[in-house]
């Protein structure tokens, strides 16, 4: 099992950019793979990002892609979501999440962490 806790969010002006961490507790973390949902007040969770357990393999969704990037080090159990000119339609709760395979429903992940705040102001 791996247990994950997200920090980095904020308070922010809209075009301004925001580093998130996902830090794992627990064995094989490299094997896990790791997305980045989020969630807005009164919508459903949404997919941001997916990372393969070694790195090689990223995906995006089409609203955030070009402006964030997920990335990963494994030797720091950490896993990074990069936010680049930040929206305020990205205000949400991000929480990242492990799974053992590549999916990103996230109806297939059984590891969340507890999420953290990112509020982008116009």
């Known amino acids: 099992q791996v247990r994950l806790v997200e920090s980095g969010g904020g308070l922010v002006q809209a075009g301004a950019s925001l580093r998130l961490s996902c830090a794992a507790s627990?064995?094989?973390?490299?094997?896990?793979?790791i997305s980045w949902f989020r969630q807005a007040p009164g919508k459903e969770r949404e997919f941001v990002a997916t990372?393969?357990?070694?790195?090689?393999?990223?995906s995006y969704a089409g609203s955030v892609k070009g402006r964030f990037t997920i990335s990963r080090d494994n030797a720091k159990n950490t896993v990074y979501l990069q936010m680049n000119m930040l929206k305020p339609e990205d205000t949400a709760v991000y929480y990242c999440?492990?799974?053992?395979?590549?999916?990103?429903?996230?109806?297939?992940?059984?590891?969340w962490g507890p999420g953290t705040q990112v509020t982008v102001s116009s």
């Open positions: 999440a492990a799974a053992a395979t590549w999916t990103t429903r996230s109806s297939e992940y059984k590891n």
């Open positions: 990372i393969s357990g070694g790195g090689g393999t990223t």
């Open positions: 627990g064995r094989s973390f490299s094997n896990y793979v």
